[in-house]
Antibody, heavy 125, light 111 residues
Framework: EVQLLESGGGLVQPGGSLRLSCAAS????????MSWVRQAPGKGLEWVSS?????????YYTDSVKGRFTISRDNSKNTLYLQMNSLRAEDTAVYYC?????????????????WGQGTTVTVSS | QSALTQPPSASGSPGQSVTISCTGT?????????VSWYQQHPGKAPKLMIF???KRPSGVPDRFSGSKSGNTASLTVSGLQAEDEADYYC???????????FGGGTKLTVL
């Protein structure tokens, strides 16, 4: 069964850091671009970041997290990461990892066809 | 990075058809044929329903269809069923600077 399992969420103070992980199984992780998408409480989906499949990974970020968040992957561990620094209250959300449907194509091309259950990040003092 | 514009709500009776619009600009929807649609039930992860404007992934019923005209994309759900009640989000490529943007979401109610 194709599956994504996020972990690492929690309560953190403004200015703090968290690292989210997404463990993949049931597919050849190294062949697929991956993304993080978040959803603030009661709000819509917001794309956060994407990374290509290769070890020389190309990355993209939404403007509001550039310079604060870093997406990475370890293909030997079938795991996607999101390092989040200088966290703000507006980063509070459920964070989903998602697999691109079309191999190494970016998520906008064929969509994101497998999603995790999400991990909750709360930034508050 | 402005979100794509969707109506906050839409509704229809079982068996009817409903269309949800998603309006962008020449820099996103109007410039590329890379529009996707996602369905999200409360407390659940999103599900891909449409990609590349009008293509359905395997397993998605053909009651769901997508189209685009100019800067506006649309999702049509025909033969509405109770299980179609959910939030729907459009998504588009927005160029190398903004990359990917979502719409604000539309809550579809089956009356």
């Amino acid at each position: 069964e194709v599956q994504l399992l996020e972990s690492g969420g929690g309560l953190v103070q403004p200015g703090g850091s968290l690292r989210l992980s997404c463990a993949a199984s049931g597919f050849t992780f190294s062949n697929y671009a991956m993304s993080w998408v978040r959803q603030a409480p009661g709000k819509g989906l917001e794309w956060v970041s994407s990374i290509s499949s290769s070890d020389t990974a190309y990355t993209y970020y939404t403007d509001s997290v550039k310079g604060r968040f870093t997406i990475s992957r370890d293909n030997s561990k079938n795991t996607l990461y999101l390092q989040m620094n200088s966290l703000r209250a507006e980063d509070t959300a459920v964070y989903y990892c998602a697999k691109s449907a079309g191999g190494n194509y970016w998520p906008y091309r064929y969509g994101m066809d497998v999603w995790g259950q999400g991990t909750t990040v709360t930034v508050s003092s | 990075q402005s979100a794509l514009t969707q109506p906050p709500s839409a509704s229809g009776s079982p068996g009817q058809s409903v269309t949800i619009s998603c309006t962008g600009t020449n820099s996103d929807i109007g410039g590329y044929n890379y529009v996707s649609w996602y369905q999200q039930h409360p407390g659940k992860a999103p599900k891909l329903m449409i990609f590349e404007v009008s293509k359905r992934p395997s397993g998605v019923p053909d009651r769901f269809s997508g189209s685009k005209s100019g800067n506006t994309a649309s999702l049509t759900v025909s033969g509405l069923q109770a299980e179609d009640e959910a939030d729907y989000y459009c998504n588009s490529y927005a160029g190398s600077n903004n990359f990917v943007i979502f719409g604000g979401g539309t809550k579809l109610t089956v009356l």
